[in-house]
């Protein structure tokens, strides 16, 4: 019912999907429902074919037949030039393609099949109107790596969010280019010590002030989290402001 009465949405400009657990099939079934009358087209043809649409969020899609080894569905974009909020997370895709013109907001997170996060994230680098970059729960080492070695090349962004992401001792780096950067948000982010004060040492050579964000943190070792704080707090060149560290 739903789906049926989301296809006489003529003038729908922003959809969001959360939270579906359902065989191949009925995925399938569901997809099709989106797309146009004719049910052999590709799946998602009805987001695909609304080139007006400024706002897509799927979250959360799960296949109970295949979980995360579903062969995947094809989401093709490229036609939605007043694309400006994309959300991907937690879902089957094979192949993707996005028109990045007017894109000015983006959520990554897994994609299942290997090389999703990839062409994802090498798609947003001629984004050059993206404000907002969001990263979730990734955990395959070589979608970190890729993450972290796009986000320098993001230079118009003003806000990156990291969320559940274990960056170990990788280098979380900032490009003097960035001239637009003003927040950095990590939410139970682990990493090193080591890490944490290399992204000090970057935001200190920016020529404007950048506010960087922790919560639920876990840096490592302890010991030199502790005086790295203490450094921080007893710096003039640092404003404190709550508290939200890890312990």
């Known amino acids: 019912v739903m789906i049926k009465r989301l296809v006489k949405l003529q003038n729908l400009e922003s959809l969001h999907l959360n939270c579906f657990t359902m065989s191949h099939q009925v995925m399938k079934t569901l997809l099709n429902f989106l797309t146009s009358k004719t049910s052999s087209k590709p799946l998602f043809n009805f987001i695909t074919s609304k080139t007006s649409m400024k706002g897509i969020g799927l979250y959360n899609l799960k296949c109970s037949d295949h979980n995360t080894s579903c062969e995947g569905f094809n989401i093709d974009l490229?036609?939605?030039?007043?694309?400006?909020?994309l959300q991907l997370c937690?879902?089957?895709?094979?192949?993707?393609?996005i028109n990045v013109s007017s894109l000015e907001e983006c959520d990554v997170g897994e994609l299942y099949k290997p090389g999703g996060v990839s062409s994802y994230l090498s798609q947003l680098q001629t984004a050059n109107k993206l404000q907002t970059f969001s990263c979730v729960r990734l955990t395959s080492p070589s979608d970190i790596e890729t993450m972290l070695q796009?986000?320098?090349?993001?230079?118009h962004v003003k806000?990156?969010?990291l969320f559940y992401i274990?960056?170990?001792?990788?280098?979380?780096t900032l490009s003097p280019e960035m001239v637009n950067?003003?927040?950095?948000?990590?939410?139970?982010?682990?990493?090193?010590?080591?890490?944490?004060h290399n992204v000090?040492?970057?935001?200190?050579?920016?020529s404007h002030s950048v506010t960087i964000r922790m919560t639920d943190c876990d840096i490592k070792p302890e010991t030199e989290f502790e005086q790295f704080k203490t450094f921080i707090k007893t710096s003039d060149r640092y404003k404190?402001?709550?508290?939200s560290w890890s312990e």
């Open 78 to 85: 490229s036609q939605l030039s007043d694309l400006r909020s």
């Open 90 to 97: 937690d879902i089957p895709v094979s192949q993707l393609n």
């Open 150 to 155: 796009t986000l320098p090349l993001l230079v």
């Open 159 to 161: 806000d990156i969010w």
């Open 166 to 172: 274990n960056l170990g001792d990788r280098s979380l």
């Open 181 to 196: 950067i003003e927040l950095v948000v990590l939410y139970k982010v682990t990493m090193t010590c080591s890490v944490l």
């Open 200 to 206: 000090i040492n970057v935001v200190n050579k920016l």
């Open 240 to 243: 404190i402001g709550r508290a």
